[in-house]
């Protein structure tokens, strides 16, 4: 474990400070339009003092706590890939010239830094890398990996799961283990709020070391922080059970509960647009009025909507069952063929942002309740 | 943060332009674009694919329909869909270009099958892909035994590269078969779907290969005739998918199937690896 200090809220001011100062757009937890999402911070006074979300099935509400805390929220409403994959990206433009066409230069990548980051969260960035990086033979698309490069990365632990945190069932938390430059620790102790500070790279070391006023945390500090991601382990809303599921989910393709499914589902999307690991996007071309400029723009895309497999003039996932199947099942189980990890990190924004409140949690479970691969409808599923 | 690989700013995603050669009118919906390398030389294996993109209209996935071993140019043989593939069928010879990205994809097994029958059956525009390993198994006959050709189509008009179909079935190297689904009178050819051609050709199941491209129907009701009805070992079935891919890479999400990305793991699949997939609607 690397040194280990302590502050008050003026140091994580500095902190913000101190990346800014490294040329870092600092992108953080700010309450807007009475949600919580992820903007531009300048200082510790943008930070959702007092804040908090609940969330449940189908429902979200920012509530004050009623004391000092900045990381008193579950997790933002919408995720970071809207930074590193943002949701319109100009893949390339051309102009039309005589050996074809010529590409424009495209935009130096931002440099980030995002502060409030959860560990499920960094999870799902890790996730993302499997997808977009080298692992599949799969090279980068467009600028993600260049951003990423470029990105600073400041956790924070969670001691407050909310109602749809599943982060213990997935191993990605509350408490964030690799992946980050800096990662923080909020404990209320002895009345104050008091920030335990640990360093998970070079860059985060060398920062820390020109922080002023970072002090050497007490043991009682320390036990405090210990006690409290310990306690957030044993509060987790949700559980999933992921033993054997990619082989339950791949057997179940014919099980009649994804019409039950269908039934409730809107195909609405929205569990796409909110999941940090979802990466499936499209791509929208733009011709200028007079023929001679392009514009190729990669889009979010999801695999709720009838447009998504559709092939010479036909969807091929045509029902909605279908389409739910397709994404549990890519989620929780063929995610494991292809990247040798599940792709649910167990953030719980699926099951707040769906309008009719459809619990990834509770319908694989309801497969493995009805799990059918031992009966004649069972046979030849996906696996 | 995080170990990646090298920043790729101007990456795979950005097609380079090809001169148009020809475009030759195939069918009534159907072209062959025949194309100029920018840089003299394009290498592919027979069954691979490239993205083709209409500046400013879109792109789309097309299999390579010409010879391997002709590097100096590439064919794409493109059936009129939708407004990417017609506005394909207007550009000018010698003065458009279209983008290509590629050569994506698996190739048809043409080293396993060395010493094989080879049975290749296509239906409809599935002969577009097949055609490179037609003219491979051609090119290098000693490598293979039978070389067998089992064509189906919907009516005599909708006849596929016919002129070298014909010419294919005089020679007596290679074994070609044609039949129709509806003839008219001036038919005089086999009507019915193309399995019914198999049992008139002379092949050792034991020891051949086949290459399947065409409707997934006819794909599957083939490769369960093959193997129900002669015994094929399904992972000497070969068969070929599509899907409306956008990136051709893996990371558009379009292509899935199963836990396969058929960009990157296919599109050329040995049965063993999709056949199961089939028969479940809408996976």
Same mark, same amino acid.
């Given at each position: ?12 001011? =500095? ?86 066409? =010529? ?38 698309? @467009? ?13 924070? +632990? ?54 002023? @006023? ?18 957030? !382990?044993? #509060? ?15 057997? #179940? ?15 609405? !999307? +929205? ?19 007079? @023929? ?30 279908? =389409? ?60 | ?115 094989? /029958? ?51 079935? /005089? ?113």
């Amino acid at each position: 474990m690397s040194e280990m200090y302590v502050s008050g809220q003026s140091g994580i001011g =500095r902190l913000i400070q101190a990346l800014a100062e490294r040329g870092h757009r600092v992108i953080g937890p700010v309450v807007r339009n009475e949600a919580l999402v992820y903007d531009e911070i300048k200082g510790v006074e943008d930070l959702p003092k007092g804040w908090t979300d609940l969330q449940e099935p189908g429902r979200y509400r920012l509530e004050q706590r009623g004391d000092e805390k900045l990381f008193g929220y579950v997790v933002g409403s919408a995720s970071w890939k809207q930074f590193l994959n943002p949701p319109e990206t100009v893949l390339w433009s051309g102009t039309l010239s005589p050996e074809g066409f =010529r590409t424009d230069p495209l935009p130096e990548p931002p440099k980030y830094a995002f502060f409030g980051v959860r560990p499920c969260e960094v999870a799902a960035m890790q996730v993302l890398d499997n997808v977009y990086g080298s692992d599949n033979g799969t090279p980068s698309m @467009g600028m993600r990996t260049a951003t990423r490069e470029l990105t600073f990365i400041v956790a924070v +632990n969670c001691v407050e799961p909310g109602g749809n945190c599943f982060c213990v069932s997935m191993d990605t938390g509350p408490t964030a283990n690799s992946g980050f430059d800096i990662s923080i620790t909020e404990i209320a102790h002895n009345g104050n709020m008091r920030y335990l500070i640990e360093s998970g790279s070079e860059a985060g070391t060398e920062i820390l070391d020109e922080i002023v @006023g970072l002090e050497e945390p007490t043991d009682a500090e320390i036990a405090a922080q210990e006690s409290s991601l310990a306690e957030a !382990a044993a #509060n987790m809303g949700r559980t999933l059970d992921v033993e054997g599921l990619p082989e339950l989910l791949k057997g #179940n393709a014919r099980n009649p509960r994804w019409d039950s499914i269908a039934d409730r589902c809107l195909a609405c !999307a +929205n569990c796409t647009m909110v999941c940090p690991t979802c990466f499936c996007n499209t791509i929208d071309d733009n011709l200028s009025l007079d @023929g001679k400029h392009a514009t190729r723009t990669r889009k979010w895309d999801s695999c709720f909507t009838l447009g998504f497999s559709y092939m010479h003039g036909r969807p091929m996932r045509e029902g909605v069952g279908a =389409r739910y199947r397709q994404w549990i099942t890519h989620k929780l189980a063929t995610w494991v063929d292809q990247f040798d990890e599940l792709g649910c990190v167990g953030c719980g924004r699926c099951i707040t942002w769906c309008p009719v409140g459809i619990d990834i949690t509770q319908e694989a479970a309801a497969i493995r309740r009805a799990d059918l691969r031992d009966t004649p409808i069972g046979i030849g599923g996906l696996a | 943060m995080a170990t990646l690989i090298e920043p790729v700013v101007i990456d795979q995603m950005t097609p380079i332009p090809f001169k148009v050669r020809t475009v030759r009118e195939e069918l009534s919906h159907t072209f062959t674009l025949e194309l100029e390398p920018p840089d003299g030389e394009f290498h592919f294996e027979p069954g691979q694919f490239t993205m083709v993109y209409a500046f400013g209209i879109g792109e789309v996935p097309i299999s390579i329909s010409s010879s391997a071993s002709e590097k100096s140019s590439l064919q794409q043989t493109i059936r009129r869909t939708g407004a990417v593939t017609h506005a394909l069928g207007t550009v000018i010879p010698g003065r458009h270009h279209v983008g290509i990205r590629g050569p994506y994809g698996t190739p048809w097994p043409m080293k396993q099958a060395r010493g094989r /029958d080879l049975l290749i059956i296509g239906g409809g525009i599935g002969l577009a892909p097949l055609r490179p390993a037609i003219y491979h198994a051609l090119e290098n006959r000693d490598d293979y035994e039978r070389v067998v050709v089992l064509y189906g189509t919907r009516t005599p008009d909708d006849i596929l590269f016919e002129t070298e179909l014909r010419r294919w079935g /005089d020679r007596d190297d290679i074994t070609t078969l044609i039949t129709v689904d509806a003839a008219d009178r001036g038919w005089y050819g086999a009507v019915g779907v193309v399995t019914r051609l198999i049992g008139r050709v002379g092949f050792d199941p034991s020891n051949t290969t086949a290459m399947v491209c065409g409707p997934e129907i006819m794909m599957t009701v083939t490769a369960e005739r093959l193997m129900e009805g002669y015994a094929m070992a399904p992972e000497n079935i070969y068969v070929t998918m599509e899907r409306n891919m956008k990136c051709g890479i893996g990371v558009c999400g379009h292509c899935q199937f199963g836990e396969k990305f058929i960009c990157v793991d296919g599109a050329v699949f040995p049965y063993t690896e999709v056949g199961h997939l089939f028969d479940i609607k809408g996976v």
